[in-house]
């Protein structure tokens, strides 16, 4: 559906964007993930024709729209502020695109009920933003960008304005309607849960540059950077003395393990073993987070509420798989 092929994209007269080149299929849901700055936004405005490409070419089922005006492109856009008219109810924000385009009244007032049915707000028609809670807006924005029918979706950090509790019920909402309707959606979030309970893909930014592209389950537990097995979750780093407690074999450099692999040693098969004494203890509701001191540094250990709880200065034998090791190839 969508190929960046080789793209240069500036931003503030500064090349934000080096050499870009990215597939994405049709109907998938595509996060750019990463740090603010790292250029995820930049790309996403680049390809709905916000900020031009300086060089490369942006194909669209096979047609180049580098050089295509933003309106010819037939692309929806959901901004993090939702940009809805103050003054306008939510069916006359919902149907604003297609009056614009010349669309008759009866056909405006059918598929904005259609629309508003869809996404859940039906009862909310004659309200005004003002009205409205964050996560119904959110619906607003996105029935309007939907009612025109675009092939591609385009969403810049659309729940970042919601509390914790609304930003999963609208993740899941969204996905839903992704499902639903079929249509292409390219995601941009530095929430790292965000990104892979929505994502059929993700590609994860750095400083302008592509780290890893792959499924969730491949960026989390195949990370080919430090910067990928770092950013996303979070990763004890092994000391010297830790990998030579452990006597890992195959390969070199720095090595990494989830906090969650690792748990007391119970004498399972295929375990690597390190000994530390409980520094700290950190309650988390249905878990506990303990810091655990080895001979040459520290690293977190992360066990459910419900289990036997550790106390501060006694010693353990910590153990993790041998499929937990991670030694990622690439920069930090």
Request: proline share 5%.
């Amino acid at each position: 559906m969508i190929r960046f092929e080789q793209v240069d994209i500036a931003y503030d007269g500064k090349l934000a964007v080096p050499n870009l080149s990215i597939t994405i299929e049709d109907g998938e849901f595509f996060t750019l993930l990463g740090p603010s700055g790292c250029g995820k936004s930049t790309i996403l405005r680049c390809l709905a024709g916000f900020v031009p490409v300086i060089k490369g070419r942006i194909l669209l089922a096979g047609r180049d729209i580098s050089r295509l005006e933003a309106e010819k492109r037939g692309v929806g856009i959901v901004f993090q502020n939702y940009a809805l008219f103050p003054h306008l109810t939510v069916a006359e924000n919902v149907a604003f695109g297609l009056r614009a385009s010349g669309t008759s009244k009866a056909e405006v007032a059918g598929q904005v009920a259609d629309m508003l049915e869809r996404t859940g707000i039906s009862e909310h028609a004659n309200k005004r933003p003002a009205e409205l809670s964050g996560g119904q807006q959110q619906r607003v924005a996105i029935a309007r960008s939907l009612i025109m029918g675009p092939r591609i979706m385009l969403m810049d950090e659309p729940l970042s304005n919601l509390d914790v509790k609304l930003r999963v019920s609208m993740r899941n909402e969204i996905k839903r309607l992704q499902r639903q309707l079929g249509f292409t959606t390219i995601y941009v979030t530095h929430d790292q849960e965000e990104a892979l309970s929505l994502s059929d893909r993700i590609a994860v930014l750095n400083k302008g540059e592509v780290e890893q592209i792959g499924t969730p389950e491949a960026i989390y537990n195949r990370p080919e950077t430090e910067f990928v097995c770092h950013f996303i979750g979070e990763a004890n780093r092994l000391t010297p003395a830790m990998l030579g407690e452990i006597r890992a074999d195959g390969g070199d450099g720095p090595a990494f393990v989830r906090p969650e692999y690792m748990s007391i040693d119970d004498g399972a098969p295929n375990t690597y073993r390190i000994t530390a004494t409980v520094a700290d203890t950190v309650f988390l509701g249905n878990l506990i987070r303990y810091r655990m001191q080895a001979v040459d540094g520290h690293f977190d250990l992360i066990r459910s509420g419900a289990a036997e709880k550790l106390t501060v200065g006694s010693q353990h034998v910590v153990c993790f798989p041998h499929h937990a090791l991670l030694r990622p190839a690439g920069r930090a």
